[in-house]
């Protein structure tokens, strides 16, 4: 490791060596090239011989895993990957292979969770920060913000997940963790984890400036103090009339703008039509709709969670918090990712006997 100030005193006869990168593990190989006798002089042959004899020069220590510990990785493997004890045991039943019992799982996640608590406090801060800085100076300690909440099962549910999503960088600031013991009735659990959010921003000195939800009347009234309350909007149908459009809106400046729903013709259905959009609330609320925002990356994360919490399964009040932390923490390390794959419908697929 070269400092700056190493660098600066090197002379310009000196060289830095500086390593290079170890190369990509991952190359394709089909399976019938390994019986042909060419195999070792082909490309991606010489590529695994670059990558072995890269790991042979920066790892130096001899990669034998003491005892005990193969049951640990497994154990670390089944937690992290959100997989249920019951697939689990199916899994090494069909395959023939050792299984863990119960007691030794019990106690590996008992001290397992808090590692879990740990990594998740990390990455929220993370987030936090990331997410105040975001915004211009003149605007620093202040954010906005998207939040819902999941319940734990489809119908009077135990647990809730109130979530907080910021808006810029879509990763997750906070993920309270309501139960019946903070609360009898469910319905007001999202109430209780947005005042339990308010209060962690507090505590970090973070002000939240425009909160966008879906439209919970007791979130309204909690947060219409304090933020601009902005629900998620909703879209209708169109009967090319654009007197009262927005000078900036596609239907003012293009000609051949055609709308992307069915034109009303009908004047009972117009008539119809009219009822509906009269007692809707966007219209009897519209100053809870001026900004345009939605809550897709809220929407989001509860189907990420679902890897971790199925809804058919009641969980225990640890496994469940849990399971919470780790979907937080694999949605701020994958959120908004540049994709690594392109799918190519078109292409023909070859099956290999």
């Avoid at 979530?163 to 879509?170: D, L, P, R």
């Avoid at 034109?263 to 519209?286: H, M, Q, R, W």
Wanted: glycine share 4%.
């Amino acid at each position: 490791m070269w400092s700056s100030q190493e660098v600066g005193n090197a002379s310009d006869e000196q060289s830095i060596h500086v390593p290079d990168p170890i190369p990509s593990t991952h190359v394709k190989v089909r399976k019938k090239m390994l019986t042909k006798k060419t195999f070792k002089k082909a490309k991606d042959s010489l590529k695994r011989y670059k990558v072995v004899e890269a790991h042979s020069r920066n790892c130096k220590h001899n990669l034998i895993i003491g005892n005990g510990q193969q049951e640990d990785i497994v154990q670390h493997g089944l937690i992290c990957s959100g997989m249920l004890p019951s697939h689990y045991t199916k899994f090494v039943d069909g395959a023939g292979i050792g299984k863990i019992n119960k007691e030794k799982r019990n106690k590996f996640f008992n001290s397992y969770e808090n590692h879990i608590q740990t990594e998740y406090h990390k990455s929220t801060t993370t987030a936090l920060l990331e997410e105040s800085a975001s915004y211009y100076d003149d605007k620093f300690g202040e954010i906005d913000s998207l939040t819902d909440a999941r319940h734990g099962w489809r119908k009077n549910a135990k647990y809730a997940s109130i979530v907080a999503i910021g808006e810029k960088t879509h990763k997750v600031l906070s993920c309270q963790h309501v139960t019946k013991d903070d609360e009898v009735v469910s319905q007001r659990h999202e109430r209780v984890g947005t005042d339990r959010v308010y209060t962690y921003l507090a505590e970090k000195e973070v002000a939240v400036v425009v909160h966008c939800h879906d439209r919970n009347l007791s979130i309204n009234k909690y947060i219409r103090e304090e933020t601009d309350a902005i629900n998620q909007t909703i879209h209708g149908i169109v009967l090319k009339q654009h007197l009262s459009c927005d000078p900036s809106s596609r239907c003012k400046y293009d000609k051949n703008y055609e709308p992307s729903r069915i034109v009303l013709t009908d004047p009972l259905a117009e008539k119809l039509l009219l009822g509906v959009l009269l007692n809707s609330n966007i219209f009897k609320y519209p100053q809870d709709y001026v900004l345009g925002k939605d809550t897709f990356y809220v929407e989001s994360f509860n189907n990420v969670i679902n890897i971790y919490q199925d809804k058919c399964i009641a969980f225990g009040d640890k496994q469940y918090n849990a399971r919470s932390n780790l979907a937080v923490c694999q949605w701020n390390e994958t959120v908004d990712r540049d994709f690594t794959s392109i799918s190519n419908p078109r292409k023909l697929r070859t099956l290999e006997v």
